[in-house]
């Protein structure tokens, strides 16, 4: 591979890397995996069925709030303000803005995706094929700044996802009841919480554009647990965005009638 025209008084280097490690692995492995999740997405969103069962009442995250005349009877827990669009405006394309700029602004996963959509750069020390870097100085990518925005929005979103799971302790004949889906939800709710609370803007706004900690002892302490969560950021990126698509699944397997809900208690 031939190198790009070098700057003036940089050594000439004829080759794109030095590097001799699998340096492509972790994009690759990024690009395939948000891919998927944005496939499935999509054919989730546009499949307008599926997403409630009524025995436990089980939602799937991704129709969660359903605010749309169009969502299935019992499955609207926050009223019907949004008008039956038809098949091409499903009820999810209501909330999907927000959750998925939620995502698209976040910090991790635009050094994910700058690096393996955008090549920019591919990896550490390999030059980028591209002749022009600005940054995130020009629009649209200046827009990435309001990213609290969609984090104070993502906060509504993991408290009505919390709601749908405490009403999903429903058995058959209507009371208390535990399932295997009710497990799932938990899980997912509890990564929701955690990757929206270890959220950059969060450990900002928690404390961090503080100049004296020593005169704010309460925010202080609050700003040690979300920095330790942000640590675990990535980590939480990528398990809450699993664990969204497979309880969603879950929810299509139990609704459709492929899978039977295993019931631990009722
Ligand atoms: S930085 Fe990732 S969610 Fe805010």
Redesign the pocket.
């Known amino acids: 591979m031939s190198a790009p025209p070098t700057a003036t008084g940089r050594a000439r280097i004829s080759v794109r890397t030095l590097r001799t490690d699998r340096w492509w692995l972790p994009p690759l492995v990024t690009f395939l995996g948000l891919l998927a999740f944005v496939v499935y997405g999509l054919i989730r969103t546009f499949m307008n069925q599926w997403y409630w069962v009524p025995e436990y009442h089980y939602l799937a995250p991704f129709y969660s709030p359903c605010l749309s005349t169009a969502c299935v009877p019992g499955s609207s827990h926050w009223g019907q303000p949004a008008p039956d669009l038809g098949p091409f405006v499903p009820p999810p394309i209501f909330v999907l803005p927000f959750v998925l700029g939620?995502?698209l602004?976040?910090?991790?996963?635009r050094k994910a995706y700058y690096r393996s959509f955008w090549a920019s750069p591919p990896a550490c020390a390999v030059t980028e094929p591209h002749r022009r870097y600005t940054g995130e100085t020009r629009f649209p990518l200046i827009m990435q700044n309001v990213?609290r925005y969609?984090?104070y929005a993502?906060l509504i979103v993991a408290a009505v996802l919390t709601y749908d799971t405490v009403i999903a302790f429903r058995g058959a004949d209507g009371g208390f009841g535990i399932g295997l889906g009710t497990l799932l939800m938990v899980v997912n709710a509890v990564l929701l919480w955690s990757?929206?609370l270890?959220?950059?803007?969060?450990r900002h706004l928690i404390g961090g554009r503080l100049t004296h900690f020593s005169k704010h002892p309460v925010r202080y302490w609050f700003w040690t647990k979300v920095t330790w969560l942000n640590g675990k950021?990535m980590v939480l990126?990528w398990s809450s965005l699993v664990s969204v698509a497979l309880v969603d699944l879950y929810v299509l397997l139990v609704a459709s009638g492929a899978f039977p809900d295993p019931r631990l208690l009722n």
């Open positions: 939620f995502r602004t976040c910090y991790y996963y990213h969609f984090f993502a990757y929206t270890s959220c950059h803007s969060c950021h990126a």
